[in-house]
């Protein structure tokens, strides 16, 4: 048996599946969205005891912009899919999105040895699969900049933390109503699933869904930083998606808090990983 120093480190594959492009300067100086999780995802495992690796595959299935949805048979060897975020509405019906939810109800339903993760956009669209109902603030408001999330006690069993709040990255005016349930799934569900939502703002009720041993999303933003967050406000200004120019400025001058990027995707790794066992059981 080789020194420990001579073993290879335990890897986790991650899939990430593309579903926007970053702003050009964003994209010249951190890559594109899979590359900026890829690097975010590394130094978490860095920090695991003892230490991951994250191998990290992308697709961007964005089929209007050049993308393409992949087809079931290119998940073979893939056991972790994690879905971006995205200025697209995870309610719309864009023949990408549709087509894309067809893949990953055959993906749950054919493949349970596949976990789920999803960001903002991509924690949306798996509520939507499971029958939630995605819609904009009831008073059109955004949720903006370096934001308080309270957690649950399943949240602070997620992220090992003793605190009942985290802070992060938000962007975005659509929300999940309410977590799924059996009842909304049709049938993807089965009668009395858990399904926990491990944390809340005054803005958003459902920050993000755990299933154990199948999904873990978020609707905050975990490996945005400053720069991202002043160009991804300015780009929904001058889109004329964001009005309410106080606001965005707000925001803007939160950006660069601290926040906890690296302790989500280090739980969303630990998950990734098959280190939830019991987490809300």
């Not at 986790?12 to 300067?25: K, Y």
Request: with cysteine.
């Amino acid at each position: 048996m080789g020194s420990d120093s001579e073993k290879e480190i335990a890897k986790v594959r991650m899939m990430v599946l593309e579903t926007d492009e970053p702003d050009r300067d964003t994209l010249n100086e951190r890559g594109s969205f899979a590359e900026i999780l890829h690097h975010h995802f590394a130094t978490a495992g860095h920090n695991h005891d003892p230490p991951l690796g994250i191998e990290t595959d992308q697709r961007f299935v964005v089929t209007e912009r050049g993308g393409r949805v992949p087809r079931y048979d290119e998940f073979e060897d893939v056991h972790s899919i994690l879905i971006t975020g995205s200025v697209f509405d995870a309610h719309g019906n864009n023949e990408w999105i549709l087509e894309l939810l067809q893949l990953l109800r055959e993906l749950y339903i054919r493949r349970s040895d596949i976990k789920f993760s999803g960001i903002c956009f991509g924690h949306q669209l798996l509520c939507r699969l499971f029958g939630s109902e995605i819609k904009p603030e009831p008073k059109g408001l955004w949720e903006l900049g370096h934001s308080r999330i309270n957690l649950t006690e399943v949240g602070q069993s997620l992220f090992k933390t003793d605190s009942n709040e985290v802070y992060l990255h938000q962007m975005h005016q659509d929300q999940v109503v309410a977590p799924p349930s059996s009842e909304s799934s049709d049938g993807l569900l089965p009668p009395g699933a858990k399904v926990y939502v491990w944390g809340s703002s005054d803005h958003t009720r459902v920050q993000g869904v755990f299933i154990a041993n199948r999904i873990f999303t978020t609707q905050a933003h975990l490996a945005f930083d400053e720069a991202m967050v002043h160009r991804q406000i300015q780009m929904r200004v001058e889109a004329g998606s964001i009005q309410d120019l106080e606001h965005a400025d707000r925001a803007k001058e939160t950006a660069h808090l601290e926040h906890d990027g690296v302790t989500v995707a280090a739980a969303i790794l630990r998950f990734f990983h098959d280190e939830d066992k019991g987490v809300g059981n």
